[in-house]
Protein backbone atom coordinates (compact mmCIF):
# COMPACT_ATOMS: atom_id res chain seq x y z
CA UNK A 1 0.00 0.00 0.00
CA UNK A 2 1.75 3.18 -1.00
CA UNK A 3 1.35 6.29 1.98
CA UNK A 4 1.41 9.46 1.13
CA UNK A 5 5.17 10.82 1.70
CA UNK A 6 4.65 12.68 5.07
CA UNK A 7 2.62 9.59 6.81
CA UNK A 8 5.61 7.39 5.32
CA UNK A 9 8.20 9.25 6.79
CA UNK A 10 6.51 9.74 9.82
CA UNK A 11 6.13 6.34 10.15
CA UNK A 12 9.77 4.92 9.07
CA UNK A 13 11.68 5.41 12.67
CA UNK A 14 8.80 3.12 14.09
CA UNK A 15 8.65 0.31 11.61
CA UNK A 16 12.94 0.69 11.21
CA UNK A 17 13.05 -0.44 15.06
CA UNK A 18 9.16 -1.73 15.67
CA UNK A 19 10.45 -3.41 19.49
CA UNK A 20 11.69 0.13 20.87
CA UNK A 21 8.49 1.69 19.34
CA UNK A 22 5.40 2.64 20.97
CA UNK A 23 1.90 2.74 19.29
CA UNK A 24 -0.88 4.77 21.10
CA UNK A 25 -4.60 4.88 19.75
CA UNK A 26 -7.50 6.59 21.03
CA UNK A 27 -10.62 4.47 20.13
CA UNK A 28 -13.81 6.38 19.70
CA UNK A 29 -13.80 8.36 15.82
CA UNK A 30 -10.43 6.40 15.88
CA UNK A 31 -10.26 2.91 15.78
CA UNK A 32 -13.87 2.02 15.64
CA UNK A 33 -16.28 4.56 13.70
CA UNK A 34 -18.09 7.35 15.44
CA UNK A 35 -22.14 6.00 16.11
CA UNK A 36 -25.66 7.57 16.95
CA UNK A 37 -25.46 5.68 20.60
CA UNK A 38 -21.92 5.27 22.37
CA UNK A 39 -22.72 1.63 23.39
CA UNK A 40 -22.88 0.56 19.85
CA UNK A 41 -18.95 1.36 18.79
CA UNK A 42 -16.94 -1.42 17.86
CA UNK A 43 -13.60 -1.55 16.26
CA UNK A 44 -14.17 -3.39 12.59
CA UNK A 45 -12.89 -6.59 11.49
CA UNK A 46 -10.69 -5.01 8.89
CA UNK A 47 -9.17 -3.14 11.43
CA UNK A 48 -8.57 -5.37 13.89
CA UNK A 49 -6.19 -7.45 11.82
CA UNK A 50 -3.93 -5.16 11.26
CA UNK A 51 -3.78 -4.18 14.97
CA UNK A 52 -3.40 -7.84 16.41
CA UNK A 53 -0.28 -7.70 13.66
CA UNK A 54 0.94 -4.30 15.14
CA UNK A 55 0.29 -5.82 18.84
CA UNK A 56 2.73 -8.50 18.16
CA UNK A 57 5.71 -6.40 16.65
CA UNK A 58 5.82 -3.19 18.51
CA UNK A 59 7.80 -2.86 22.07
CA UNK A 60 4.32 -1.28 23.30
CA UNK A 61 0.71 -1.23 21.83
CA UNK A 62 -2.12 0.89 23.94
CA UNK A 63 -5.40 2.15 23.31
CA UNK A 64 -6.20 5.59 25.47
CA UNK A 65 -9.46 6.03 25.89
CA UNK A 66 -11.85 8.14 27.33
CA UNK A 67 -14.59 5.30 28.40
CA UNK A 68 -13.84 2.78 31.25
CA UNK A 69 -10.55 0.89 30.36
CA UNK A 70 -13.20 -2.61 30.18
CA UNK A 71 -15.38 -0.77 28.23
CA UNK A 72 -12.58 0.31 25.84
CA UNK A 73 -11.40 -3.41 25.73
CA UNK A 74 -14.76 -5.14 25.06
CA UNK A 75 -15.34 -2.52 21.91
CA UNK A 76 -11.69 -3.60 20.80
CA UNK A 77 -12.03 -7.04 21.66
CA UNK A 78 -8.28 -7.06 21.85
CA UNK A 79 -6.98 -8.54 25.27
CA UNK A 80 -3.41 -8.73 25.18
CA UNK A 81 -2.60 -4.86 24.88
CA UNK A 82 -2.85 -2.20 27.37
CA UNK A 83 -6.05 -0.05 28.28
CA UNK A 84 -5.59 3.28 29.66
CA UNK A 85 -9.18 4.16 30.37
CA UNK A 86 -11.38 7.22 32.34
CA UNK A 87 -8.52 9.75 30.85
CA UNK A 88 -5.91 8.44 31.81
CA UNK A 89 -6.92 7.34 35.73
CA UNK A 90 -7.39 3.65 34.84
CA UNK A 91 -4.80 1.38 33.06
CA UNK A 92 -5.77 -2.20 32.39
CA UNK A 93 -2.73 -4.19 31.27
CA UNK A 94 -2.62 -7.05 28.54
CA UNK A 95 -4.42 -10.01 30.11
CA UNK A 96 -5.32 -8.44 33.24
CA UNK A 97 -8.47 -8.66 34.69
CA UNK A 98 -8.53 -5.86 37.26
CA UNK A 99 -7.93 -2.12 36.22
CA UNK A 100 -5.53 -0.17 38.21
CA UNK A 101 -6.96 2.94 39.35
CA UNK A 102 -5.70 6.44 40.67
CA UNK A 103 -6.79 6.17 44.50
CA UNK A 104 -7.48 9.78 44.41
CA UNK A 105 -10.08 9.48 41.89
CA UNK A 106 -11.53 6.73 43.05
CA UNK A 107 -12.48 8.84 46.13
CA UNK A 108 -14.58 10.93 44.24
CA UNK A 109 -16.60 8.03 42.02
CA UNK A 110 -19.91 8.10 44.38
CA UNK A 111 -19.62 11.84 44.53
CA UNK A 112 -19.91 12.06 40.88
CA UNK A 113 -22.27 9.34 40.62
CA UNK A 114 -24.88 10.86 43.50
CA UNK A 115 -24.57 14.41 41.44
CA UNK A 116 -25.20 12.35 37.98
CA UNK A 117 -28.39 11.04 39.42
CA UNK A 118 -29.81 13.95 40.55
CA UNK A 119 -28.92 16.06 37.45
CA UNK A 120 -30.65 13.54 34.94
CA UNK A 121 -34.14 15.48 35.55
CA UNK A 122 -36.98 14.63 33.37
CA UNK A 123 -36.11 17.45 30.99
CA UNK A 124 -32.69 15.62 30.18
CA UNK A 125 -34.90 12.57 29.73
CA UNK A 126 -37.39 14.47 27.51
CA UNK A 127 -34.71 15.42 25.48
CA UNK A 128 -33.15 12.24 25.09
CA UNK A 129 -29.81 13.65 26.74
CA UNK A 130 -28.24 9.78 27.94
CA UNK A 131 -26.02 9.65 30.73
CA UNK A 132 -23.00 7.10 31.10
CA UNK A 133 -21.85 6.31 34.15
CA UNK A 134 -18.20 6.47 34.38
CA UNK A 135 -17.43 5.56 37.87
CA UNK A 136 -15.40 9.17 38.66
CA UNK A 137 -17.09 10.39 35.71
CA UNK A 138 -20.18 11.36 34.65
CA UNK A 139 -21.03 11.78 30.71
CA UNK A 140 -23.90 13.29 29.04
CA UNK A 141 -24.49 12.61 25.18
CA UNK A 142 -26.65 14.36 23.40
CA UNK A 143 -25.50 13.25 19.45
CA UNK A 144 -28.68 11.49 17.93
CA UNK A 145 -31.26 13.43 19.86
CA UNK A 146 -34.53 14.63 18.24
CA UNK A 147 -33.59 18.59 18.82
CA UNK A 148 -29.88 18.40 19.19
CA UNK A 149 -29.50 22.30 19.51
CA UNK A 150 -32.04 22.46 22.71
CA UNK A 151 -30.88 18.83 23.91
CA UNK A 152 -26.94 21.00 23.84
CA UNK A 153 -28.61 24.00 25.51
CA UNK A 154 -29.74 21.94 28.45
CA UNK A 155 -26.11 20.32 28.76
CA UNK A 156 -24.72 23.65 28.96
CA UNK A 157 -26.94 24.92 31.66
CA UNK A 158 -25.88 21.41 33.68
CA UNK A 159 -22.52 22.78 32.83
CA UNK A 160 -22.71 25.49 34.69
CA UNK A 161 -24.24 24.02 37.54
CA UNK A 162 -21.45 21.57 37.78
CA UNK A 163 -18.83 23.83 37.85
CA UNK A 164 -20.65 26.05 40.52
CA UNK A 165 -20.86 22.66 42.70
CA UNK A 166 -17.37 22.41 42.52
CA UNK A 167 -16.85 19.78 39.82
CA UNK A 168 -14.99 20.32 36.21
CA UNK A 169 -16.01 19.67 32.93
CA UNK A 170 -15.09 18.69 29.68
CA UNK A 171 -16.50 19.05 26.45
CA UNK A 172 -16.20 16.24 23.74
CA UNK A 173 -17.59 15.42 20.60
CA UNK A 174 -21.46 16.19 21.30
CA UNK A 175 -20.65 15.07 25.26
CA UNK A 176 -20.17 16.76 28.43
CA UNK A 177 -18.23 14.95 31.02
CA UNK A 178 -18.50 15.99 34.97
CA UNK A 179 -15.28 14.92 37.08
CA UNK A 180 -13.77 15.28 40.16
CA UNK A 181 -11.49 18.82 40.86
CA UNK A 182 -8.30 16.78 39.91
CA UNK A 183 -5.97 16.62 36.74
CA UNK A 184 -7.52 13.80 35.05
CA UNK A 185 -6.05 13.85 31.40
CA UNK A 186 -5.10 11.25 28.47
CA UNK A 187 -1.24 12.89 28.72
CA UNK A 188 -0.69 12.24 32.03
CA UNK A 189 -1.66 8.24 31.61
CA UNK A 190 0.54 8.42 28.49
CA UNK A 191 3.42 9.65 30.55
CA UNK A 192 2.63 7.21 33.50
CA UNK A 193 2.34 3.84 30.85
CA UNK A 194 6.04 4.74 28.90
CA UNK A 195 8.00 6.90 31.78
CA UNK A 196 11.04 4.50 31.90
CA UNK A 197 10.66 1.85 29.36
CA UNK A 198 13.38 2.49 27.26
CA UNK A 199 11.46 3.37 23.87
CA UNK A 200 13.11 5.60 21.06
CA UNK A 201 9.75 6.51 19.47
CA UNK A 202 5.77 6.77 19.73
CA UNK A 203 3.62 7.68 18.17
CA UNK A 204 -0.44 8.58 19.27
CA UNK A 205 -3.00 9.03 16.90
CA UNK A 206 -6.60 10.76 18.13
CA UNK A 207 -9.63 12.73 16.65
CA UNK A 208 -10.59 14.85 19.39
CA UNK A 209 -9.75 17.72 21.73
CA UNK A 210 -8.74 15.43 24.52
CA UNK A 211 -6.33 13.71 22.30
CA UNK A 212 -4.40 16.66 22.40
CA UNK A 213 -3.33 15.87 26.08
CA UNK A 214 -1.92 12.80 24.83
CA UNK A 215 -0.05 14.99 21.96
CA UNK A 216 1.28 17.03 24.69
CA UNK A 217 2.44 14.28 27.04
CA UNK A 218 4.38 12.56 24.51
CA UNK A 219 5.70 16.08 23.33
CA UNK A 220 6.87 16.12 27.20
CA UNK A 221 8.22 12.95 27.10
CA UNK A 222 10.92 14.19 23.98
CA UNK A 223 11.90 17.01 26.30
CA UNK A 224 12.48 14.87 29.54
CA UNK A 225 14.67 12.64 27.69
CA UNK A 226 12.27 9.36 27.73
CA UNK A 227 11.66 9.68 23.85
CA UNK A 228 13.76 9.82 21.19
CA UNK A 229 10.86 11.48 18.76
CA UNK A 230 7.16 11.25 19.05
CA UNK A 231 4.86 11.26 16.00
CA UNK A 232 1.32 13.12 16.56
CA UNK A 233 -1.44 11.89 14.06
CA UNK A 234 -4.82 13.56 13.99
CA UNK A 235 -7.70 12.01 12.50
CA UNK A 236 -9.98 13.94 10.36
CA UNK A 237 -13.79 13.74 10.67
CA UNK A 238 -16.62 16.50 9.60
CA UNK A 239 -16.29 17.55 13.79
CA UNK A 240 -12.53 17.92 13.61
CA UNK A 241 -11.96 20.47 16.21
CA UNK A 242 -9.65 23.01 14.41
CA UNK A 243 -7.34 23.11 17.68
CA UNK A 244 -6.40 19.48 16.95
CA UNK A 245 -5.43 19.99 13.15
CA UNK A 246 -3.42 23.01 14.80
CA UNK A 247 -1.28 20.95 17.09
CA UNK A 248 -1.00 17.17 14.90
CA UNK A 249 2.29 16.57 13.27
CA UNK A 250 -0.09 15.24 9.87
CA UNK A 251 -3.64 14.44 9.74
CA UNK A 252 -5.48 11.14 8.07
CA UNK A 253 -8.82 10.81 6.82
CA UNK A 254 -10.68 8.98 9.50
CA UNK A 255 -11.38 5.53 11.04
CA UNK A 256 -10.30 3.97 7.35
CA UNK A 257 -7.22 6.15 7.40
CA UNK A 258 -6.41 4.51 10.80
CA UNK A 259 -6.61 1.23 8.94
CA UNK A 260 -3.99 1.88 6.42
CA UNK A 261 -1.22 3.67 9.40
CA UNK A 262 -2.08 0.08 10.86
CA UNK A 263 -1.48 -1.54 7.53
CA UNK A 264 1.55 -0.12 6.87
CA UNK A 265 2.66 -0.27 10.75
CA UNK A 266 2.20 -4.37 10.61
CA UNK A 267 4.54 -4.76 7.72
Same mark, same amino acid.
Given at each position: ????P??A????? $?????S???????VD???A????H?????????TR????RV????G??AC??G?R? *?VA?R??S?G?????????T?V???????????P??A???E????W????Q????D???V?????? *?I??FH??????E?? *??????A???? *???E???T??????L???P???M???RG??? $?????GL?V?L?A??????LDA??G??????A?EL?A??CV???SD??????EA?A?????????V??L??? $???
Amino acid at each position: MALAPPLADALAP $LIADPSAAAVLLDVDGTLAPIVRHADDAHVPEPTRMPLIRVAKRYGVVACVSGRRS *AVARRIVSLGSITYIGNHGTEVLRGGATEAEVDPEVAEWGERVRAWARKAQTEELDRLRVRAEDKQ *AIAAFHWRGAPDEPA *AEAAVQALAAR *AESEGFHTHWGRKVLEVRPPLPMDKGRGVER $LLTGAGLAVALYAGDDRTDLDAFAGLRRLVEAGELGAAVCVGVRSDETPPELEAAADLMVDGPAGVRDLLIA $LAG
